[in-house]
C-alpha cells in the first residue's frame, strides 16, 4: 500500500506589471495619480521655478540669465522700498484680516438667526464677489476722487469735501483696506452661516433657557463650535489681501503716492513686468511665500476648534 503525499496548491504567480498596477492603485485610489501628477505640474513646478529665477540675474524675458547666487536677495534686504512693502502689507492684515473676520462673523450670527428676508440678505451678501476687480476699482475711484461721492457728501455735512482719499498719504493705503474689507466680508459671512447652520438647535434653545442673549449666543456657543471653520476663513482672506492686494493697488495708486500703498505683491509685479528685474521678483515672491506658510501656520495655531 502506498502512501501519496498531500498535494500543496501553490498561488499563482502573478505578473510583475499586475503586480505594479495592483500597488499603484492602492497606492493611489481612484482618480488620485492623475490629480497628482496636475498638481506636481502645475503648482509645485511653478514654486521651484520661482526659486530657480530668484538665484540669477535676468534683467528681461529676452536677455540670457547669468547665475547671480545671493546678490538678488542682498539687493532685496538693502532696498528701502521693499520695507515700505513690508511694512504696509504687515498693515493691511494686521487691521484689515481682524476686522474683516469679526464683521463676517457678527453677519452670519445675524444671517443663522433667521430674521425677515435672511434668504435674500445671504444672496446679497455674495454681490462683492460678483464684481470684477476693474469694475470694483472704478466704483470706488468714483467715490474717493475729490470730486466723488464721499467728499460730496462730507460736504454736504459741513466738513472738508476737497481730500483726494487714494492720493493723500495718510489715507491711501486705509482706502485700499476699505475696499478689502467691503470685497470679502460678505463673502466670508456666507461661509461662516453655512457652518454655523449645522450647530444644534437645541443647544442653542437650551442657552436661551438658562437666559443667553445674543452676545453669549455668539461668543460662548457659535464661536467656539465655528472657531475650526473659522481659522480656514480666515487663511483664505489672509492669502487674499497677501498675495492679491496688486490689483487694487495697480488699479487706484500704482503704489504711491511714493510708497504708502507698495505692498509686496504689487512690488513683485512692478519689478518683473515694470523694471524687468526677475531675479529680484522672485526673491521677493520668496519671501512673500515664507510669510505665507508662517501667516497660515500662525493663524491654525489661534483658531484651532476648543471643543
Given at each position: 500500500m502506498t502512501i501519496q503525499a498531500p498535494r500543496v496548491s501553490t498561488p499563482p504567480v502573478l505578473d510583475h506589471r499586475s503586480q505594479t498596477h495592483s500597488a499603484l492603485r492602492e497606492r493611489f485610489p481612484g482618480l488620485a495619480l492623475p490629480g497628482l501628477i496636475w498638481y506636481a505640474i502645475f503648482t509645485i513646478g511653478p514654486v521651484i521655478a520661482m526659486f530657480v529665477i530668484a538665484f540669477l540675474r535676468w534683467p528681461g524675458m529676452l536677455v540670457e540669465p547669468t547665475f547671480a547666487g545671493f546678490d538678488n536677495f542682498v539687493?532685496?534686504?538693502?532696498?528701502?522700498?521693499?520695507?515700505?512693502?513690508?511694512?504696509?502689507?504687515?498693515?493691511?492684515?494686521?487691521?484689515?484680516?481682524?476686522?474683516?473676520?469679526?464683521?463676517?462673523?457678527?453677519?452670519?450670527?445675524?444671517?443663522?438667526?433667521?430674521?425677515?428676508?435672511?434668504?435674500?440678505?445671504?444672496?446679497?451678501l455674495f454681490i462683492p464677489a460678483l464684481?470684477?476687480?476693474?469694475?470694483?476699482?472704478?466704483?470706488?475711484?468714483?467715490?474717493?476722487?475729490?470730486?466723488?461721492?464721499?467728499?460730496?457728501?462730507?460736504?454736504?455735512?459741513?466738513?472738508?469735501?476737497?481730500?483726494?482719499?487714494?492720493?493723500?498719504?495718510?489715507?491711501?493705503?486705509?482706502?485700499?483696506?476699505?475696499?478689502?474689507?467691503?470685497?470679502?466680508?460678505?463673502?466670508?459671512?456666507?461661509?461662516?452661516?453655512?457652518?454655523?447652520?449645522?450647530?444644534?438647535?437645541?443647544?442653542?434653545?437650551?442657552?436661551?433657557?438658562d437666559g443667553a442673549g445674543n452676545a453669549r449666543l455668539a461668543w460662548g456657543i457659535y464661536w467656539p463650535i465655528a472657531k475650526d471653520f473659522i481659522g480656514v476663513?480666515?487663511?483664505?482672506?489672509?492669502?487674499?489681501?497677501?498675495?492679491?492686494?496688486?490689483?487694487?493697488?495697480?488699479?487706484?495708486?500704482?503704489?504711491?503716492?511714493?510708497?504708502?500703498?507698495?505692498?509686496?505683491?504689487?512690488?513683485?509685479?512692478?519689478?518683473?513686468?515694470?523694471?524687468?528685474?526677475?531675479?529680484?521678483s522672485q526673491a521677493v515672491g520668496i519671501v512673500l511665500f515664507v510669510i505665507g506658510l508662517l501667516g497660515m501656520f500662525c493663524i491654525r495655531r489661534l483658531l484651532r476648534a476648543s471643543y
Open positions: 539687493d532685496v534686504f538693502n532696498d528701502p522700498v521693499f520695507w515700505d512693502a513690508v511694512r504696509n502689507s504687515a498693515t493691511q492684515i494686521l487691521i484689515g484680516l481682524p476686522l474683516m473676520i469679526l464683521l463676517a462673523f457678527s453677519l452670519a450670527f445675524y444671517v443663522v438667526r433667521k430674521p425677515r428676508g435672511h434668504q435674500v440678505l445671504r444672496f446679497t464684481i470684477s476687480a476693474p469694475a470694483t476699482a472704478l466704483m470706488f475711484y468714483s467715490l474717493l476722487n475729490p470730486d466723488g461721492l464721499v467728499n460730496g457728501v462730507l460736504g454736504a455735512l459741513g466738513f472738508d469735501d476737497g481730500r483726494a482719499w487714494l492720493a493723500d498719504p495718510a489715507t491711501a493705503l486705509p482706502s485700499l483696506i476699505v475696499i478689502d474689507l467691503w470685497a470679502g466680508i460678505g463673502y466670508s459671512a456666507v461661509l461662516l452661516a453655512s457652518r454655523m447652520d449645522s450647530v444644534d438647535e437645541e443647544i442653542v434653545q437650551a442657552a436661551q433657557v476663513v480666515a487663511m483664505l482672506q489672509f492669502l487674499s489681501i497677501l498675495f492679491s492686494s496688486a490689483q487694487n493697488v495697480l488699479l487706484l495708486t500704482k503704489g504711491g503716492p511714493g510708497t504708502e500703498t507698495t505692498t509686496l505683491s504689487y512690488l513683485i509685479y512692478q519689478k518683473a513686468f515694470v523694471d524687468a528685474d526677475l531675479g529680484y
